[in-house]
């Protein structure tokens, strides 16, 4: 059984970071894709990163420059550094999966899903 489990979120003031993991089991994911989108109250879940299965990444246009997406496949953990964090940012954000070796922006191209931290940033 795969289980995705995020951690890291909480409430932070503009300006600041947070770093989210996210921990995989029941499968191996070194060669898959793994992305972070998030969902803010009343909107649509949005595409935040992603990274390949060699590395390659992609961001959203609002958090580029602003966030980092790595991964540390000896611990099966994806991570996204979050810095100079704006009050737009807050949302749940979700991890996701992929069985695919190539990452897509758009929440169908991903087959797993944790359950989601919430990330607050009060300005």
């Known amino acids: 059984q795969v289980q995705l489990v995020e951690s890291g979120g909480g409430l932070v003031q503009a300006g600041g970071s947070l770093r989210l993991s996210c921990a995989a089991s029941?499968?191996?994911?070194?060669?898959?894709?793994m992305g972070w989108f998030r969902q803010a109250p009343g909107k649509e879940r949005e595409f935040v990163a992603a990274?390949?299965?060699?590395?390659?990444?992609s961001y959203a246009d609002s958090v580029k420059g602003r966030f980092t997406i790595s991964r540390d496949n000896a611990k099966n953990t994806v991570y996204l550094q979050m810095n100079n964090l704006k009050p737009e940012d807050t949302a749940v954000y979700y991890c996701?999966?992929?069985?695919?070796?190539?990452?897509?922006?758009?929440?169908?191209?991903?087959?797993?899903w944790g359950q989601g931290t919430q990330v607050t940033v009060s300005s």
């Open positions: 996701a999966a992929s069985r695919s070796y190539s990452f897509g922006s758009f929440p169908r191209s991903y087959d797993y």
């Open positions: 029941g499968r191996t994911f070194s060669r898959s894709a």
């Open positions: 990274i390949s299965w060699s590395d390659s990444t």
